[in-house]
């Protein structure tokens, strides 16, 4: 799709003659001969870029830029001017225009000047449009599940994610450590900054120092150029330490300076680098047992523990279940072009007795192969891994609920409330999320005594 440029001169002729030529450029222009019909074509459609006279009447080029930068500031202003006032138009360049053509001016020289701004422009927009897509896909609402257990991990990154404290996420494999770290980063004042990962205990001891801190060129055999360690590339923003737990004790004491110290040396290097990073550490170790071990530096540990989170294995909040299936079947149908919409009261009662080893790790994977092999829009049992029924349960360590009618109520509830507050209350919308018809849904709203007005507050 080719751009829209607004050309704004008030000499007439020359306005459309330029928009004509930009025309046969491939761009889609508009002329306009005054500044107030620029700002109306603006709020009626969406432009590009705008091509701006500096001379014009009543409201000039300078006030529009103005304007332009304060209601629509992704859209880059070039100015056009005559050569005598040149510096009248590199002062507009400090105040935000992107350049000026001065006049006499060859159309070449307009097209460049223009390609410029516009690959700029959509740079820009695409870093725009990613980083809201990360803070969506990193908001509270991401964090799923109104279990006890896990209520209280939202308060606390609730509380912590405004300040500046290290974190130290405990927890089993494949609770969400990584998710909650990128929560924390882009709810907190560094958003805008890089949020960097690292996997300790996948980088070999040898290369770990360097992944950290970088190397200068000829540091050691193989380094042929200078390289920016991760601690230097999050400058800002937050640098998350996965599996800290199994970092190697060498690098653990550098660590632990530039935790003090705010400072670094590369490898090879003898400058000294300053550097402004947020903790997040993870681990699944008991990292007290490290210490007493003699594997985990104690000083470390308590430079890393300043605010614990404990991330509850999903064995713990089974009452999270039904929600999060929900929540992973409606994004795995939709990425795959898939109809699944509901799971079947013995898919779910199977799943909430499961001990979920891997976790919610392994609970998404599940569904995913669900939603890949279910021929209907209701995933059932027979479309789960057998690994489900294989593998004992909580129900054979006596955790299969008394009465059973009871427990299929409350899931059955669950997923209808979680529908119901989905779809805004709307009942047609939330039927088609369950995959049920709807008088289906209102009676079993009725017969579960489903108050609607609380389950969409709640």
Known sequence: MSHSILVVDDEVRLADVLAAALEDLGYRATAVHSARAALIELERARFDLVLTDLRLPVMDGRALLREVRSRWPEVPVIIITAFAAVRDAVDLVKEGAFDYIAKPFEIDDVSATIRRALRLADVVRDNERLRSELEGRYSFDTLIGSSAAFRRVIEQVTEVCETKATVLLNGESGTGKELVARAIHFNSPRRDKPFIAVNCAAIPETLLESELFGHVKGAFTGALANRTGRFAAADGGTLFLDEIG????????KLLRVIQERSFEPVGATRTQTVD????AATHKDMRQAVDTGSFREDLFYRLNVFPIMLPPLRDRADDIP?????????????MGKRASGFSPAALAAM???DWPGNIRELH?????????????TIDVTDLP???????RRSDRDALPRDLDAELERIERDF????????????????K???IAERSLWHRIKKLGIRLGRAIAD
Do not use: W
């Open 386 to 392: 057998q690994d489900l029924f294989s593998t004992p």
């Open 433 to 435: 999320l369950l995959g």
């Open 365 to 377: 994977n599940c569904i995913e192969r669900a939603v890949i092999v279910a021929k209907t829009p």
């Open 323 to 335: 929600l999060l299936s929900l929540h992973f079947l409606a994004e795995l149908a939709e990425s």
């Open 246 to 253: 199994d970092m190697p004790l060498p690098i653990q004491a």
């Open 277 to 280: 990073v947020r903790l997040v």
């Open 416 to 431: 209808i409330i979680e529908a119901l507050r989905r779809s805004d209350g709307v009942q047609v919308r939330a039927a």
């Open 352 to 354: 909430t007795a499961y």
